[in-house]
């Protein structure tokens, strides 16, 4: 009896730790924008034609948040306008993404599109798997936004 007891508290400890390590983690740090409108887009295969469809602006894969959130990669391509001229691979962070999936999503600024040109730190498109996804309301919304610059 006693022994549970002594275990039950130390897994109680042991879970409020992590829970509180979970927390830190999905702070975001950097520089803020508010109220930046999110939306999704997702990788087109289809066009054999247009390799774009699946690449980066400099024609790496595109990584989607279901394949980071799966853990099969360490970031999610974020497309933001081109005008801006964020250095590629600029380090991206949205503490409501953050909340929402109880895991920290790495994005990183490697794409752009011509949707998006004039939109300034205004808009950012999310790099969903399929078209379905795209249509989630969490990437669909008002966000913070935070730039590793
Ligand atoms: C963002 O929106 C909120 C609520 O509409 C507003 O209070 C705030 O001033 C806005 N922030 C910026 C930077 O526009
Ligand atoms: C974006 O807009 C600028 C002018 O504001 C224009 O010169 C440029 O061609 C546009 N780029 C795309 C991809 O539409």
Redesign the pocket.
């Given at each position: 009896m006693k022994g549970i007891l002594i275990f039950c508290l130390f897994v109680s400890i042991h879970s409020s730790f992590s829970l509180f390590d979970n927390e830190l983690n999905l702070k975001c740090t950097g520089r803020k924008f508010e109220n930046v409108s999110l939306t999704a887009y997702y990788p087109d295969y289809n066009d054999e034609d247009n390799e774009k469809g699946y690449q980066d602006s400099k024609g790496h894969k595109l990584r989607t948040l279901q394949d980071h959130i799966d853990d099969r990669t360490n970031y999610v391509t974020l497309a933001m306008d081109?005008?801006l001229k964020i250095p590629y691979g600029t380090k991206a962070c949205i503490p409501e993404l953050n909340q929402h999936f109880g895991h920290r999503v790495v994005f990183e600024v490697r794409d752009t599109s011509?949707d998006l040109?004039?939109s300034g730190y205004r808009r950012a498109d999310i790099c969903v798997r399929t078209e379905i996804d795209s249509y989630d309301i969490s990437v669909n919304r008002m966000a913070t936004l935070y730039l590793s610059m």
């Open positions: 081109q005008s011509s040109n004039g």
